[in-house]
Nanobody, 120 residues
Framework: QVQLVESGGGLVQPGGFLSLSCAAS????????MGWYRQAPGKQRELVAS???????TYAESVKGRFTISRDNAKNAVYLQMNSLEPEDTAVYYC??????????????WGQGTQVTVSS
């Protein structure tokens, strides 16, 4: 079985910064995409940022220039550095990974979610 365990998040004032981490463990053959999604109350879950195994990245327009995604393949981990946070960034943030559990079996896995609150 595979688990994604997140850490980080919390309460920060507008203009502040936070870092999120997510590590995958378990029966992992290799990891393809990794990324972060978020879901605010009353809204659909949306992509924040993703990173391919070759380090190609994608960002939501609303976070470009403020957030940075990175990964450490040796640690099966993905990170999200969030700067210049705005109240609109308040949401539950979820780690996501496309993981091959065998040569041909690819499964989507999700973390448990971590709350990020931006408020004065």
């Amino acid at each position: 079985q595979v688990q994604l365990v997140e850490s980080g998040g919390g309460l920060v004032q507008p203009g502040g910064f936070l870092s999120l981490s997510c590590a995958a463990s378990g029966s992992i053959f290799r990891i393809a995409d990794m990324g972060w999604y978020r879901q605010a109350p009353g809204k659909q879950r949306e992509l924040v940022a993703s990173i391919l195994s070759g380090d190609s990245t994608t960002y939501a327009e609303s976070v470009k220039g403020r957030f940075t995604i990175s990964r450490d393949n040796a640690k099966n981990a993905v990170y999200l550095q969030m700067n210049s946070l705005e109240p609109e960034d308040t949401a539950v943030y979820y780690c996501h990974a496309q993981i091959y559990t065998s040569l041909i079996t690819r499964v989507n896995f999700w973390g448990q979610g971590t709350q990020v609150t931006v408020s004065s």
